[in-house]
């Protein structure tokens, strides 16, 4: 019997799992899983997660903490709860997002990635088997740099340009999560076309960001991510990771048509690229030159933070 499209990608991408759903996780078994404040709010208004957010309230409302400090807290041990539940169904690791409204705050970040990995490590959890995940803003990327000499490893995501890929490199992340979907909607948005395959700007930045890394020896790893047809995956087949939705998981589980590997190392090493350094001013307007990652990384930070506000009054009427 054929192997089917998972299972071949399987064999040259790590295939990832983007979904707070558990099941999901068990029926395609992924090596690691992400979540970010949608998926988790998602998930949390599930019958089968409510006991997970019930949880995490009955464990901290009588912590003496109140207000702020409290629906913090809360908000905390619902994301290790669901890392918990995560890492006991994936061998390899679970991303935990920082809160969004914090993407613009360095040392804010900072502090919170050292209490969700202290939080994972007083449940017996190794940091090598978390990712903490944050906004490519500046700020974020400078935060990745700390907690990279801490050994807390990070997932840089809301990741769309070249400049955010290159001073995620520059700064030792571990991990980015270049979004292909989005880019594609945006440029389907203001041109009217359609992209397919290898035409698909998504797939394109990707494939530049993946090249230039393996050309200069970065050991950051490119993880395709926001994916919106099998068509995205198939096209970067060889990448280092791909975190897929369980629709598109359960597409290339039901073809077994051939996959063929796209992005390689070697290939990537002979490619005619030049390396560029940006310090903060340089990024900036590097950035800023690219009016789709602007406009996107902003959208998506708004989007994260306006799910997490959904998730604190879901657990404010808990709090009742």
């Excluded at 994916?227 to 598109?248: H, P, S």
């Excluded at 073809?255 to 900036?284: G, Q």
Aim: glycine residues 6%; negative net charge.
């Amino acid at each position: 019997m054929s192997a089917n499209q998972l299972e071949q990608l399987k064999q040259f991408t790590v295939v990832v799992a983007d979904t707070g759903d558990f099941e999901s996780m068990k029926a395609y078994q992924p090596r690691d899983a992400t979540t970010n404040p949608s998926l988790i709010l998602q998930a949390a208004e599930k019958p089968e997660y409510r006991h997970l957010v019930e949880k995490a309230v009955a464990e901290l409302k009588d912590s003496g903490k109140t207000g702020d400090a409290l629906m913090e807290a809360i908000l905390d041990r619902i994301l290790i709860l669901f890392g918990l539940e995560i890492l006991k169904i994936v061998p390899g690791r679970v991303s935990t997002e920082v809160d969004a409204r914090l993407s613009f705050d360095e040392e804010g970040t900072i502090a919170k990635a050292r209490q969700l990995i202290a939080a994972y490590e007083a449940e017996g959890y190794s940091r090598d088997r978390v990712l903490i995940k944050m906004a490519s803003t500046w700020e974020g990327i400078k935060a990745a740099e700390v907690l990279e000499k801490e050994g807390i490893h990070c997932n840089l995501t809301l990741l769309f340009s070249f400049a955010q890929a290159v001073a995620c490199a520059e700064a030792g992340v571990q991990l980015i999560s270049p979004f292909v979907g989005r880019i594609l909607d945006w440029h389907k948005a203001s041109t009217g076309k359609t992209y397919e395959g290898d035409e698909d700007p998504g797939v394109i930045s990707v494939k530049e960001i993946y090249t230039y890394y393996k050309k200069f020896g970065y050991t950051t790893e490119v993880m395709g991510a926001s994916f919106r047809n099998k068509g995205e995956i198939l096209a970067l087949a060889g990448c280092d990771l791909l975190t897929i939705g369980t629709g598109l998981l359960a597409e290339l589980q039901a073809s077994t048509d051939p996959v063929a590997r796209r992005l390689s190392p070697e290939e990537a090493a002979a490619a005619p690229v030049e390396k560029i350094t940006l310090d903060e001013k340089a990024f900036r307007f590097l950035f800023n030159e690219d009016q789709m990652a602007v406009e996107k990384t902003a959208d998506g930070i708004r989007k994260f933070a306006a799910d997490i506000i959904k998730l604190e009054k879901l657990v404010a009427g808990l709090l009742k």
